[in-house]
């Protein structure tokens, strides 16, 4: 049978990931039917993979990148980039994509600050995805 | 029986159904004719105040989720097509104009009014050195050109750009510059010389963009509220169908899609079929217009003469999108007061490449921010920062070269009814940029030849040349005027009849032409 994440779970950890906290209710009704739409069409071993990640609870920000940058996971990354614009159609999730306020000085401290998080998360990423190719 | 009949409501068939209104002639225009039906409601304001205030998931996205697309599938859409209320633009297409696609990414349109329902609205004149291999001359054009102009409202002004966009006569002033704009213009205006010396212009677009109120239509808000909704500041040939209509100065027959034509010895006779019920229906006239853009028009060409073994030439103009970085605005609060399209040109006259390629400076405060999600190379949340700090300090410039930097598409005929274009495989040299990138970095912004990105070919969507004008034309050719080689009464008024594609928006060139092919058919 083929194997697929749980929907409901699938959406609140994609949203943990990105913005932390809990998936307000009617992002996750919206995100479950992007996320049957993208199911749909998905490969099976690309759909197992991320079933996988999610029944181990395993960190998807990682994962998500990892799988990014080396051309793998594709999936993952569509399903975080849904994730992201049905946010953006919220009001109060705002901050999370428009700065009002200009400083050159905290944008920069800001990048640098995800650069090294960045780095942290692809050691890890990868890692989670060798983890899942053997699994 | 109509004495005229256009088949297209786009640029190309408005343009024609104008010039034979003006010989006080009331065409027939028969289209497809989709209209927006969405039902979002009209934002008022900036898009920016809105989205904080109210949910936009039905102005983004849609119940049927095609905002989504870009996250939904694989392959690479055209952003703004996807919003809920252009969804109308492209509706049915692969229903009522079924592809079969090899490395060509075609759009078509069966809206009223076109695909120029959804475009950028950058106008630009041609020029001697545009028409060099038309069998037309630019004295021939330009009295449509400045008629286009007076009817459309056109902003931009009399600067370095001057040369390559033609006459600046009839201008409204040009559009306020996003912040970003302002500063490289300054800079280029500080650095000019240096610039044109390697062959770099700058100057402002000429864009279909009222910057003051005119002809009853308001000027631009700077809301930036151009991708979600059509904005009556913005021209398009729906604009001008809609005035033609309650003039009543054409028989619009929207509903209608014209598979073949027919000539007899007194006219012509067409057949088509009801787009709703697929009935057949016909219609008779005496000359015909085709402006069903480059693609169709010459579908219905192929299919009048059940031609299945010819392959007739598909021009498009190859595109390299460079996004580019302002360092001194990174972490600046977004400009949320921009015009969301293009705010500069640059026509670079390429002494390596041996040709004029045109680049357009596009803010990027229109589209979602969710759009950029993964073009970053950090982590998702490292992505959602590069949205907060790093967008506001972007652009990005699309690349035009002309249609002769690539062998053109091929398009044929299938048994299965359905269109078969096949592109060659072709990569754009990305390296061949370098003195590009050094005079963007002049202008403060900075790039990289490794992160341009080509687009894949149809991206463009300035289709043209299936059947070009030659002076001598042959079969699935157009002599001058634009009457296809071996009718008497069939015109080609759309860019199927380009015999080359300059580096350039293609539009008002083709509105221009398709004017003066209507009047020539008209005195005919
Ligand atoms: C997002 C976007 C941005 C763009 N920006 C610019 C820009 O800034 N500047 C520019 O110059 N160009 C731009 N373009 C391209 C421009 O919109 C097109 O080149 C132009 O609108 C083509 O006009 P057309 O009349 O040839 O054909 P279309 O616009 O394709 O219109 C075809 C018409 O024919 C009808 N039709 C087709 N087949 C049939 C049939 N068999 N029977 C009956 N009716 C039929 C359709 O219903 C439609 O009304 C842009 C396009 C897009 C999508």
Redesign the interface.
Same mark, same amino acid.
């Given at each position: 049978m083929l194997k697929q994440a749980n929907p409901d779970v699938e959406a609140r950890l994609i949203y943990r990931?990105?913005?932390g906290g809990t998936i307000p209710d009617?992002l996750a009704r919206?995100y479950r039917?992007?996320a049957h739409?993208?199911d749909r069409t998905a490969e099976a071993s690309e759909l197992a993979a991320v079933a996988h990640l999610i029944d181990q609870n395993a960190d998807l920000? #990682?994962a998500?990148?990892a799988g990014?940058?080396t051309g793998r996971l594709?999936l993952l990354?569509?399903?975080? #980039?849904?994730m992201?614009?049905? #946010?953006?159609?919220?009001?109060d999730h705002?901050r999370?994509?428009?700065?009002?306020?200009?400083?050159?000085?905290?944008?920069?401290m800001?990048?640098g600050w995800?650069?090294l998080?960045?780095a942290v998360?692809?050691a890890h990423g990868l890692w989670l995805l060798r983890s899942v190719r053997r699994g | 029986m109509a004495e005229f009949i256009i088949v297209g409501s786009g640029a190309a068939g408005v343009a024609a159904a104008l010039a034979l209104v003006h010989r006080g002639i009331r065409p027939m225009l028969l289209d497809a004719g989709f209209v927006n039906a969405a039902a979002v409601p009209r934002v008022h304001g900036n898009l920016y105040d809105y989205r904080r205030r109210r949910d936009s998931f039905d102005l983004h996205i849609g119940t049927e989720l095609g905002g989504l697309r870009a996250a939904l599938d694989t392959e690479q859409s055209v952003a703004k097509l996807n919003a809920p209320n252009m969804a109308f633009v492209t509706r049915n297409a692969g229903q009522l104009a079924p592809l079969e696609q090899t490395r060509f990414h075609a759009v078509q349109s069966f809206a009223a009014g076109g695909l120029g329902n959804a475009w950028g609205a950058g106008l630009y004149r041609w020029v001697e050195e545009d028409l060099d291999s038309f069998p037309v001359s630019l004295e021939q054009l330009d009295p449509y050109f400045d008629l286009l102009t007076r009817e459309i409202g056109i902003s931009g002004q009399d600067d370095d750009l001057s040369p390559f966009f033609g006459s600046a006569a009839g201008l409204l002033p040009p559009l306020n510059l996003s912040y970003n704009a302002r500063l490289a213009f300054d800079r280029y205006l500080r650095t000019r010389d240096t610039l044109r010396r390697s062959g770099i212009n700058m100057g402002y677009p000429r864009v279909g963009v009222l910057s003051v109120p005119y002809d009853g239509r308001p000027a631009c808000d700077y809301s930036n509220l151009e991708f979600w909704q059509s904005q009556p500041y913005i021209y398009t040939p729906a604009i001008t169908l809609q005035k033609l209509v309650s003039r009543d100065q054409i028989d619009y027959q929207p509903g209608v899609l014209v598979e073949s034509w027919r000539e007899t010895n007194d006219g012509l006779t067409l057949l088509a079929a009801d787009v709703e019920t697929g009935e057949s229906v016909q219609f008779t006239g005496g000359t015909l217009l085709l402006a069903a853009g480059a693609i169709n028009t010459a579908r219905i060409a192929l299919q009048s003469r059940r031609d299945l073994s010819t392959r007739l030439p598909l021009l498009e103009n190859p595109i390299l999108q460079i996004p580019l970085i302002a360092p001194h605005s990174v972490g600046r609060r977004l400009d949320t007061q921009a015009f969301g399209l293009v705010q500069l040109n640059l026509v670079w006259q390429s002494a390596g490449h041996g040709m004029t390629l045109q680049g357009s400076l596009i803010e990027l405060t229109a589209p979602m921010r969710a759009e950029f999600f993964g073009r970053f190379p950090l982590s998702a949340r490292g992505n959602l920062a590069a949205m907060r700090v790093l967008l506001p300090a972007m652009m990005m410039m699309q690349l035009y070269y002309p249609g002769s930097a690539q062998p053109p598409a091929e398009l044929s005929l299938s048994p299965n009814g359905r269109l078969r274009i096949v592109a060659p495989p072709h990569d754009m040299d990305r390296a061949s940029l370098a003195p590009l990138l050094k005079a963007l970095r002049m202008l403060g912004l900075w790039s990289h030849a490794a992160l341009i990105q080509q687009p894949p070919t149809g991206h463009a969507i300035h289709y043209a040349g299936t059947l070009p004008m030659r002076t001598q034309p042959g079969a699935y050719q157009c002599y001058p005027d634009g009457r296809l080689h071996g009718t008497r009464r069939v015109f080609v008024a759309d860019s199927a009849s380009f015999p080359t594609l300059p580096a350039k928006n293609m539009s008002f060139g083709m509105m221009a032409n398709a004017m003066r092919i209507a009047t020539a058919a008209a005195i005919s």
């Open positions: 990931a990105l913005f009617i919206r039917q992007a739409q993208l920000e #990682a998500e990148l990014r940058l594709s990354t569509r399903k975080f #980039a849904a992201t614009y049905l #946010a953006e159609t919220l009001p705002q999370y994509f428009v700065t009002h306020r200009s400083s050159l000085v905290a944008g920069v800001v990048l995800n650069g998080l960045t998360k692809l | -």
